[in-house]
């Protein structure tokens, strides 16, 4: 193994090199340190730095000296996006209207992180309370695509996306309610992974709780695995976190896909958008699967038109959070966030029952499909510029943004995106893979069966 570029090495690489002493923590936080010394000014990924980072490394060096690491994680440099809160650091969801006063306490899923060993370096930046996909909001600027710079890495987890692409450390906490993990990711070329909603225990929730979920960004699989075996597990503060013990979602993540039956979904309930480069990501994808030895097949569920149904549940909770504000901090919002709470600030009660009816006969739908797993563009396109200007953004939202995305969070299905290579302007290809609510494993194993066939 060769340690000479600690900021290189996937999580599991570098707790073999500690276990092997061939490095440390202190080392490893310095490199990633020292990257982001370099690269951050052009990428702009945080939001805030951690202080406490350089103590929690020394310890975790201490521990591995004697032999007695803490944790799946002890050592392991990580980021949380600012949506989520870290006791000490401010959460600011990347908003001047919100408070700057430090969380009081930690997150579930940051304390499950904190227990495991991880050393937080920082929190990445976020769109405006995750409202929408370009990566930059009104606090912290824009965030842009380590690939190309003049390009966004997507979001709404943009600076999640951006620092794993950068390489400024292996492991990266997003969330997702409408595609936030998996649109970043395919946009910066690593893998995001969307959990089933419960898997990651969640307080306090953001302005899509019903359907958001938090889950891992990384460069691998393997690593989104690891990562995804510390942050789920049943929390009291989330009454619907999973009553499940926890697991190593790395167990038969090698079990290849002989014999499993794949779905290629190509209509996630209206005529969504791809280019040519979305359709070679998915037909290469395909063959991998095929290659082997899984059956791969077309698959169209009845579904109702995901694209009348998603739009209406996103605007009203933004309505929600800009009517939470006082009228004086509604004036430092994004412009956009604006715009569509004013849309759908008037939505009754019985359209979002009707919604919510809709969402749950999609549910069902995908819930009776005989697949172990499908597969289906991530996104409509490449990479778009970053700071493109938004006239529609609920058309945005359908036509350049999610379309692939949100049917897998109104159903609440696991959902994740893997890098399928560069596109003629070097700029990431990625496909999604999805499975049956709850069979997060299931879909972890096709991805690793993709990546493995992809190199």
């Given at each position: 193994?060769?340690?000479?570029?600690?900021?290189?090495?996937?999580?599991?690489?570098?707790?073999?090199?500690?276990?092997?002493?061939?490095?440390?923590?202190?080392?490893?936080?310095?490199?990633?340190t020292e990257?982001i010394?370099?690269?951050?000014?052009?990428?702009?990924?945080f939001?805030?730095?951690?202080?406490?980072?350089?103590?929690?490394?020394?310890?975790?060096?201490?521990?591995?000296?004697?032999?007695?690491?803490?944790?799946?994680?002890?050592?392991?440099?990580v980021?949380?996006?600012?949506?989520?809160?870290?006791a000490?650091?401010?959460t600011?969801?990347?908003s001047?209207a919100?408070?700057?006063?430090?969380?009081?306490?930690d997150?579930?899923?940051?304390?499950?992180?904190?227990?495991?060993?991880a050393?937080?370096?920082?929190?990445?930046?976020?769109?405006?309370?995750?409202?929408?996909?370009?990566?930059?909001?009104?606090?912290?600027?824009i965030t842009?695509?380590?690939?190309?710079?003049?390009?966004?890495?997507?979001?709404?987890?943009?600076?999640?996306?951006?620092?794993?692409?950068?390489?400024?450390?292996?492991?990266?906490?997003?969330?997702?309610?409408?595609?936030?993990?998996?649109?970043?990711?395919?946009w910066?070329?690593v893998?995001?992974?969307k959990?089933?909603?419960?898997?990651?225990?969640?307080?306090?929730?953001?302005?899509?709780?019903?359907?958001?979920?938090?889950?891992?960004?990384?460069r691998?699989?393997?690593?989104?695995?690891?990562?995804?075996?510390?942050?789920?597990?049943?929390?009291?503060?989330?009454?619907?976190?999973?009553?499940?013990?926890?697991r190593?979602?790395?167990?038969?993540?090698?079990?290849?896909?002989?014999?499993?039956?794949?779905?290629?979904?190509?209509?996630p309930?209206?005529?969504?958008?791809?280019?040519?480069?979305?359709?070679?990501?998915?037909?290469?994808?395909?063959?991998?699967?095929?290659?082997?030895?899984?059956?791969?097949?077309?698959?169209?569920p009845?579904?109702?038109?995901?694209?009348?149904?998603?739009?209406?549940?996103?605007g009203?909770a933004?309505?929600?959070?800009?009517?939470?504000?006082?009228?004086?901090k509604?004036?430092?919002?994004?412009?956009?966030?604006?715009a569509?709470?004013?849309?759908?600030?008037?939505?009754?009660?019985?359209?979002?029952v009707?919604a919510?009816?809709?969402?749950?006969e999609?549910?069902?739908?995908?819930?009776?499909?005989?697949?172990?797993?499908?597969?289906?563009?991530?996104?409509?396109?490449?990479?778009?510029?970053?700071?493109?200007?938004?006239?529609?953004?609920?058309?945005?939202?359908?036509?350049?943004?999610?379309?692939?995305a949100?049917?897998?969070?109104?159903?609440r299905?696991?959902?994740?995106?893997?890098p399928?290579?560069?596109?003629?302007?070097?700029?990431p290809?990625?496909?999604?893979?999805?499975?049956?609510?709850?069979?997060d494993?299931?879909?972890?194993?096709?991805?690793?069966?993709?990546e493995?066939?992809?190199?």
């Open positions: 193994m060769d340690v000479t570029e600690p900021a290189a090495l996937d999580a599991e690489e570098l707790l073999a090199a500690y276990a092997a002493k061939k490095l440390n923590p202190l080392e490893a936080l310095q490199a990633v990257r010394a370099r690269r951050n000014p052009e990428i702009n990924a939001a805030v730095m951690n202080p406490r980072a350089l103590n929690a490394a020394r310890a975790s060096a201490l521990r591995w000296a004697e032999g007695k690491p803490l944790g799946a994680l002890d050592g392991v440099p980021t949380v996006k600012d949506l989520i809160d870290v000490g650091l401010p600011r969801r990347g001047k919100t408070d700057a006063t430090p969380a009081h306490q997150a579930p899923l940051v304390k499950a992180l904190r227990a495991a060993g050393v937080i370096i920082g929190k990445t930046a976020t769109t405006e309370f995750g409202w929408k996909t370009p990566g930059d909001s009104p606090l912290t600027g842009r695509n380590p690939w190309n710079t003049t390009h966004t890495p997507g979001g709404s987890s943009s600076g999640a996306a951006a620092a794993a692409a950068s390489f400024f450390g292996p492991l990266h906490v997003g969330t997702d309610g409408g595609g936030s993990i998996r649109i970043p990711a395919a910066s070329g893998v995001g992974v959990p089933s909603f419960g898997r990651v225990p969640q307080w306090p929730l953001g302005a899509f709780g019903h359907v958001a979920v938090a889950g891992p960004l990384a691998s699989v393997r690593d989104a695995a690891l990562l995804l075996s510390v942050l789920a597990g049943h929390d009291a503060a989330d009454p619907f976190s999973l009553p499940e013990p926890k190593d979602f790395r167990a038969g993540i090698e079990d290849g896909v002989s014999g499993l039956r794949i779905g290629v979904l190509q209509n309930g209206f005529p969504a958008p791809v280019d040519a480069d979305g359709l070679q990501a998915l037909d290469d994808a395909r063959r991998a699967l095929e290659g082997q030895g899984a059956t791969v097949v077309e698959i169209a009845q579904l109702p038109d995901a694209s009348a149904v998603f739009p209406k549940l996103w009203v933004l309505a929600r959070v800009v009517d939470t504000l006082a009228e004086d509604r004036a430092l919002l994004d412009p956009g966030l604006l569509v709470a004013e849309q759908f600030r008037n939505t009754t009660a019985l359209e979002l009707q919510e009816a809709l969402r749950l999609a549910a069902h739908a995908m819930a009776a499909l005989e697949v172990d797993a499908l597969i289906c563009p991530a996104v409509p396109h490449c990479a778009p510029l970053a700071a493109a200007p938004v006239p529609d953004p609920v058309a945005a939202l359908n036509q350049n943004w999610a379309p692939w949100y049917l897998f969070s109104l159903t299905q696991p959902a994740m995106t893997v399928m290579g560069v596109n003629d302007a070097g700029l290809t990625a496909v999604q893979i999805a499975a049956p609510l709850y069979c494993d299931m879909m972890l194993r096709v991805a690793r069966a993709v493995r066939a992809v190199g």
